[in-house]
């Protein structure tokens, strides 16, 4: 009971999955920096408790969140960091990503239909708006903008390869994971999927395996990785991007009303007030010498100005 949720192994993405479990269960909204604060199973217990019973009378009741209908506007904080951290670290001479986010699957058992998966990412996409949308710097207001785009089959890339060993698959997924001309945040191609096909290269074989690529299949032991640019995905996402595709997949539907999207978010982001965590970083540095405190570490490029 008085055990520490991050002594016993826990972590942050965790933590966002019981703030998210506890706000299901709890009409009242819940500050999740709390849970934070206070990382015990019987603090959590003296937590709800106090929500459930309103004891603190005198808290301001918060805005409830609501879908906005938009298909336009400010980027949040999260984006914008990305963004901006892409601009500045990466040009059109350098085209090595860190954000590129590849989830490998093989396929166990049976066989996959390839066309109903392409019609199930599409279901999914079009759940998800975060998955299509663009990032552009608008001159005129001097600030990022969001834009959803259609759903369509250009929206995202998807690609099949016929390889022979696995030694040829480790250096497609090292491209996965580097490659930074896969994705195009300005277009909202944030997301592509690409299918790996195990063949044998032997010349007895090629009308099987001609055979083979012409069949609207995955067979057992074949690959799957479904890339997503950080930008629009993130640990928490997988769980969520993997239950809406096996239901799209197996019943041929999906449900695409969500009561508020990523964009909605950002916008409400905008709104919040950013007092408390202003005096955190000030009472943080307090105190702290500018000059005595930099690090000599070695850069690669000399600063042509400075303050």
């Given at each position: 009971?008085n055990?520490n949720?991050?002594?016993?192994?826990?972590?942050s993405?965790?933590?966002?999955?019981l703030?998210?479990l506890y706000?299901?269960?709890?009409t009242?909204?819940?500050?999740?920096?709390?849970?934070?604060?206070?990382?015990?199973l019987?603090?959590?217990?003296?937590?709800l408790?106090?929500?459930?019973n309103e004891?603190?009378e005198d808290?301001?009741e918060?805005?409830?969140w609501k879908?906005?209908?938009?298909?336009?506007?400010?980027?949040?904080y999260a984006?914008?960091?990305?963004?901006l951290d892409e601009?500045i670290?990466?040009?059109?001479?350098?085209?090595l990503?860190?954000?590129?986010?590849?989830n490998?699957?093989?396929?166990?058992?049976g066989?996959?239909?390839?066309?109903r998966l392409?019609?199930?990412?599409?279901?999914?996409?079009?759940?998800?708006s975060?998955?299509?949308t663009?990032l552009n710097?608008d001159r005129?207001?001097?600030?990022l903008r969001?834009h959803?785009?259609?759903?369509?089959?250009?929206?995202?890339?998807?690609?099949v390869?016929s390889?022979?060993?696995?030694?040829?698959?480790?250096?497609?997924?090292l491209?996965?994971?580097?490659?930074?001309?896969?994705?195009?945040?300005?277009?909202?191609?944030?997301?592509?999927?690409h299918l790996?096909?195990?063949c044998?290269?032997s010349?007895?074989?090629?009308?099987?395996?001609s055979?083979?690529?012409?069949?609207?299949l995955l067979n057992?032991?074949?690959?799957?990785?479904?890339?997503?640019h950080h930008?629009?995905?993130?640990?928490?996402?997988?769980?969520i991007?993997l239950k809406?595709?096996k239901?799209?997949?197996?019943?041929n539907?999906?449900?695409t009303h969500?009561?508020l999207?990523?964009?909605d978010?950002s916008?409400?982001e905008?709104?919040?007030?950013?007092?408390d965590?202003?005096?955190y970083?000030q009472?943080?540095?307090?105190?702290?010498?500018?000059?005595?405190?930099?690090l000599q570490?070695?850069?690669?490029n000399k600063?042509?100005?400075?303050n």
């Open positions: 009971m055990s949720f991050f002594a016993l192994g826990g972590n993405l965790l933590m966002m999955k703030f998210y706000q299901t269960q709890n009242k909204q819940m500050n999740i920096t709390l849970l934070f604060k206070l990382a015990t019987r603090e959590h217990i003296q937590l408790n106090d929500r459930n004891v603190k808290e301001q918060e805005e409830e879908s906005l209908n938009i298909n336009k506007g400010f980027c949040s984006q914008e960091r990305i963004w601009q670290r990466f040009d059109t001479k350098n085209d990503a860190i954000y590129n986010i590849p490998v699957f093989r396929v166990m058992s066989t996959l239909s390839i066309s392409r019609q199930s990412l599409l279901l999914v996409i079009e759940k998800h975060i998955l299509r663009s710097y005129d207001e001097q600030c969001q959803i785009e259609p759903t369509n089959n250009e929206i995202y890339s998807f690609q390869s390889i022979p060993s696995k030694d040829d698959f480790d250096e497609i997924l491209n996965e994971e580097t490659n930074g001309k896969l994705f195009d945040l300005s277009m909202g191609r944030v997301f592509r999927c790996i096909r195990f044998s290269c010349s007895n074989d090629n009308d099987e395996e055979s083979r690529t012409a069949v609207d057992d032991g074949d690959l799957i990785i479904f890339n997503f930008v629009a995905f993130d640990g928490s996402s997988t769980e991007f809406d595709l239901e799209a997949y197996l019943t539907k999906l449900d969500l009561s999207q990523y964009i978010y916008q409400y905008r709104k919040m007030s950013m007092d965590a202003r005096k970083w009472h943080l540095f307090d105190g702290y010498d500018e000059q005595e405190g930099q570490l070695p850069y690669d600063l042509l100005f400075s």
